[in-house]
């Protein structure tokens, strides 16, 4: 199903189980980039989807030194058929040579994936599943996976004016389903006050 380094591949199936679907990149074939799907992974009635390809690259972001990238994301399996968005995503920032940093927002308009509390999705580092399934060395290059969370324009504005580490607290204060496409805004976000940015 995959063209991928096998040893990445079994890297996320020891933690998602088999791959259930995939997409290649058909608008950009010579890229390489490829989405895969796992089902009910990390729960039940939740699917993963994971980006593979773009690791091969190093890629640059502010404030660092280059770095090798997956993407993924977690949603409803009834919603899960979302693998061509993601695959334009990683080409985009393979184009760019450029990574995610954690925190960062990429904001999409109101009604992002079909939801219309979402505006873009927010990176961070993944906390649904175990700490080792995180990074993976292959060869001589760490491959850190990046979890894009769905995010509403509140969260987005909470980010922006006061910092992604305050919308990270409110994340695990409230404990919401970041799963959940449908979900309302932490409380955090719609009651903070307006600040000033504070950098990563």
Known sequence: MTDAAPDLVTHLEAHLGLMTAGWKDDAAPRSGLQVVKFGDAPFTGVSTLVTLGLSHHHLGHAGAGAAHQEFLMHLPNARSNNGPPLLDLARDHLRAGRGLRQGETIEFGKGFLGSPGLVGLWAHSPVYLPDEFA?????????????????????????????????RTAFLEENPDLTDLDRPSVQAALTAPEGHHHGV
Not at 141 to 152: A, M, N, S
Request: zero cysteines; glycine letters at 6%; hydrophobic letters at 50%.
């Open 135 to 167: 990074t993976y060395k292959l060869g001589e290059k760490t491959v850190r996976l990046v979890w894009l969370i769905p995010i509403t324009a509140a969260e987005a504005a909470l980010s922006a004016a006061q910092g992604w580490r305050t919308l």
